[in-house]
């Protein structure tokens, strides 16, 4: 068993997990996306809910099936993710912002296809921003004692970006893993550091999303009153 399985020490908690990526369409046909396959935040719905935890899972665009004993919201948006997260939160002791939700997204969405011009190029892509879902729901909690957590993806000077975004977005636990084209995304396996508020620095070595999942809620519990 990881740690803590052997325990509810979840029962009587509600838990929000977002997971995967956003797609952000361009036309009926095409999206602009990212390769979450969204396999750290149903580790994370697993585990809680077999620590006894009532568990939200909002879920975008995985392909993945519903886990057992577990809520799932399936958006496809980040505007759509930032609505069902923020309605799950209402109650939630805990929210754990494991989606990577798209930066951008088109400012204009064609009704139609998009179709070749003979002889034109192409007209450039304008994108405009996506509301920032972890800084908001960290700023305006529906209760103070609410435990708000992260993740970062990285690809260079992983520790101090870290830091430098656990400051900034607000909440109180951070999940900084280095990202690259085959590391930790659509794998079984992560490795990441856990920065608290309080400058705590947890490593997590190489090993099963499962047992980062178990450490952070691990560190989400003490954080609960
Ligand atoms: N996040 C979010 N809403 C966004 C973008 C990100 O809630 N519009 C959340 C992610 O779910 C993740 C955390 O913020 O938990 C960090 O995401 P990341 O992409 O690493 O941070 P950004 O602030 O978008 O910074 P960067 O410019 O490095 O992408
Ligand atoms: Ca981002």
Redesign the pocket.
């Known amino acids: 068993l990881a740690r803590g399985e052997a325990f509810a020490d979840l029962a009587g908690l509600h838990v929000v997990v977002?997971a995967g990526g956003t797609r952000e369409p361009l036309d009926p046909v095409r999206f602009l996306g990212n390769r979450s396959s969204g396999r750290q935040g149903y580790a994370l719905a697993r585990t809680a809910a077999a620590r006894g935890a009532r568990v939200t899972l909002v879920e975008a665009n995985t392909q993945l099936p519903d886990p057992a004993g577990v809520d799932v919201v399936h958006v496809g948006t980040?505007v759509e993710l930032r609505t069902a997260v923020i309605a799950a939160a209402r109650d939630a002791d805990a929210v754990v912002?494991?989606?990577?939700?798209?930066?951008f997204r088109p400012s204009e969405y064609a009704t139609g296809k998009i179709k070749k011009k003979d002889g034109r190029e192409p007209a450039p892509i304008a994108l405009v921003r996506?509301?920032?879902?972890?800084?908001e729901i960290s700023a305006d909690r529906p209760r103070a004692d609410q435990v708000i957590v992260?993740?970062?993806?990285?690809t260079d000077d992983v520790l101090a970006?870290g830091r430098d975004?656990l400051r900034?977005?607000g909440c109180d636990l951070l999940v900084v893993n280095e990202v690259g084209e085959r590391r930790t995304f659509g794998s079984d396996d992560n490795e990441a550091v856990i920065l608290a508020t309080d400058g705590t620095e947890t490593p997590v070595p190489h090993g099963p999303k499962e047992v980062l999942s178990d450490t952070v809620w691990d560190l989400v519990l003490p954080l609960l009153r």
């Open positions: 977002s980040a912002m494991a989606a990577a939700v798209a930066d996506n509301p920032d879902i972890l800084a992260g993740f970062a993806a990285e970006n975004k900034r977005k």
